[in-house]
């Protein structure tokens, strides 16, 4: 058995390797990592904090948003939102430029390959995700430890904040990959998942300040369950007992998410292969 | 299990959908490839030719799994082209022309491990034969740089080594020497003519230099609107067409004794004559199926001319083809069947 799956693995864990250093030599050091990854969100970051601050002394905003009441949680709010925006918001970037791999003729020949087309959605967004986010984490995390306020339950519960971060977001990349790729016309979802994401996910004001519908509508984002999760942790010492159910959700979306992805990519190959729409040329 | 690539009655209809108006659509079909059947054995270069819109490229992607054929069967040493598509596609690669299909901002070495990677190269030798890939096409000393800073030519040949990084048992090549200069192109068909007698791989050829074709193509299918219209050896086809061969005698003069010699020459074979006044005298082109190049050297020295220069040109292969191209033409005598 062990053989088998070394076998299985093998091929997977190279396609990884090889997307990640694609990922590496397109992203690395670029301005755009720079501008849309670093300042854009630092920018927002600072918009969002200022922009609120005058109000934290309003009678009886704590009582409905806990997290202003003074201003430092108020900044790790919106630390945390930002960050977690960032880490999705990369993975629409990617999944656009892995598009663009049409018009180059490369996505042609990555299947023409016998590699595993699940193996390198996930790869890409995974990839482009370590390449994209390092910049704005390390910002976050020195932001954090200047400005202090972490409300830890343990310190085992920074690694569950991380993965609830890394989990949805690998699955919400491949989910998008497997959209992007096989369609002309998704260009539209880079606008949708830009502005509509950030207001229905939380980054930037509480869920619970929203109507009931766009909460329901929000938790079709992983990025809204991932920032409660890491709110919860990094600013509410929440145990993983409390945290739990989120968990769980976030697992079963993340499922979902994948399984999404396995059926567009067999279905978008299929179409791609009767309609010859795999290349523009 | 046969080896070889073999097709039968391989068909593609693109079906596409065109507006008329703002609410009504027409769905409308286009037949790219229509019944073709062709055959690629290893240790052979095979070529596939045609106008534009002839389906060559179609029928490539066809058979390299990127389209799935409408209509018919294929198979690649044995394995169904749509059932098997995954242990095909560990048998073949494809070579196409032009700087695309290579990640500009990946160094050359870079793109062939990349590459390697999706196909699971043995890891044990890779870095030793991406070396001697590079090497095989002079870019061991730009190895190491971005590909973004590649001439056209280099690029171009960064995909050729590309296209054997899986040691491809087949090898599609789309116009592989689009755009290359002459001396690349030379060491290109060197590359290809090694890989078939040397390394026994088979290779399915389309190209616009037809030169390119009939020197290295030991059997060519010619297809037009997606049809085979004919099929055989370079010479094969030269003769399916009734393109004349022609004599091209220069001489210094053009006596009556020597005049009289070729019109008896043309009455007997039936030839066309052509005298043309030239700077070095005169031109006299005798054009017939057959090469009449002895009757009319003895016909002229005989009449007590002396010969300036005497040529006897063979149709080439791009008149041929494009006879064949031209559906209808009176003097194609030949189709496939």
């Known amino acids: 058995m062990p053989v088998r799956l070394v076998a299985w693995w093998r091929p997977w864990r190279r396609v990884m390797a090889a997307e990640v250093l694609k990922q590496h030599r397109i992203l690395f050091g670029t301005r755009f990592i720079y501008f849309s990854l670093l300042v854009w969100p630092g920018v927002n970051l600072a918009t ?29 709010f919106f630390t945390t939102g930002m960050l977690g925006y960032t880490f999705f918001w990369s993975l629409v970037q990617a999944a656009w430029q892995f598009s663009w791999e049409r018009f180059h003729g490369t996505l042609e020949l990555v299947f023409l390959s016998p590699a595993s087309r699940m193996a390198l959605v996930l790869a890409n967004g995974a990839g482009a995700l370590v390449q994209s986010t390092w910049l704005f984490l390390a910002f976050a995390c020195g932001l954090t430890a200047l400005v202090g306020g972490l409300n830890l339950a343990h310190p085992g519960m920074l690694v569950v904040a991380f993965v609830g971060l890394l989990v949805p977001a690998v699955a919400w990349g491949a989910f998008l990959n497997s959209l992007f790729i096989f369609s002309r016309d998704s260009g539209f979802l880079y606008t949708i998942l830009d502005e509509p994401m950030a207001l229905l996910s939380g980054v930037r004001i509480p869920p619970q300040a929203l109507p009931a519908l766009a909460r329901a509508a929000g938790m079709a984002f992983p990025l809204s369950t991932s920032l409660i999760v890491l709110r919860g942790a990094l600013l509410e010492a929440r145990t993983l007992s409390d945290l739990w159910p989120r968990l769980l959700f976030l697992l079963a979306l993340s499922a979902v998410l994948v399984g999404l992805a396995a059926m567009l990519l ?16 | 299990m046969g ?58 992607k066809m058979l390299s799994t990127l389209l799935l054929p409408t209509a018919g069967r294929a198979e690649v040493d044995g394995l169904d082209l749509v059932r098997d598509a995954n242990a095909i596609r560990r048998k073949v690669n494809m070579i196409a022309g032009g700087e695309r299909m290579v990640y500009w901002r990946l160094t050359g070495r870079e793109n062939l491990w990349y590459f390697a990677q999706l196909y699971d190269v043995e890891p044990r030798g890779l870095k030793e034969r991406i070396d001697s890939l590079l090497r095989s ?51 290109l068909r060197q590359t290809v003519r090694r890989l078939t007698a040397e390394e026994g791989k088979g290779v399915l ?75 070095e005298g005169v031109l006299v082109t005798v054009r017939h199926q057959s090469d009449l190049s002895g009757r009319v050297a003895g016909a002229v020295a005989l009449a007590g001319a002396s010969i300036l220069k005497l040529e006897a040109l063979e149709p080439t292969l791009e008149e041929a083809i494009l006879a064949l191209a031209d559906v209808g033409k009176p003097e194609v005598i030949s189709r496939a069947g």
């Open chain 2, 205 to 279: 050829l389309t190209s616009h230099y037809l030169a390119e074709v009939e020197e290295l193509c030991a059997y060519i299918y010619v297809v037009n609107g997606g049809r085979l219209e004919a099929q055989g050896s370079p010479a094969d086809l030269k003769r399916l067409t009734r393109r004349d061969r022609q004599v091209k005698v220069l001489l210094a003069e053009l006596p009556a004794a020597v005049n009289t010699a070729l019109d008896a020459v043309a009455a007997e074979s039936g030839a066309r004559i052509e005298r043309q006044p030239v700077p």
């Open chain 2, 137 to 187: 096409v002079g870019l061991a000393d730009a190895a190491d740089k971005p590909v973004e800073q590649y001439s056209k030519g280099m690029k171009q040949r960064l995909q050729i080594v590309r296209g054997l990084i899986n040691d491809p048992t087949y090898i599609f090549m789309d116009e592989p020497t689009l755009g290359l200069d002459v001396p690349v192109a030379r060491e």
């Open chain 1, 266 to 281: 067999r279905w978008g190959e299929a179409h791609a292969k009767r309609s010859g729409s795999l290349t523009l040329f």
């Open chain 2, 3 to 60: 080896r070889g690539i073999i097709a039968e009655e391989l068909t593609k209809v693109y079906s596409s959908q065109r507006r008329q108006g703002w609410f009504r659509t027409v769905r409308e079909e286009k037949r790219a490839v229509d019944g073709l059947s062709l055959s690629v054995p290893p240790g052979r270069v095979t070529g596939l030719l045609g106008l534009n819109g002839a389906g060559k490229t179609t029928t490539i």
């Open chain 1, 48 to 76: 969002a904090y200022y922009g609120f601050k005058p109000f934290l002394g309003a009678a009886g905003l704590a009582q409905r948003w806990p997290s202003v009441s003074d201003p430092r949680t108020l900044f790790l």
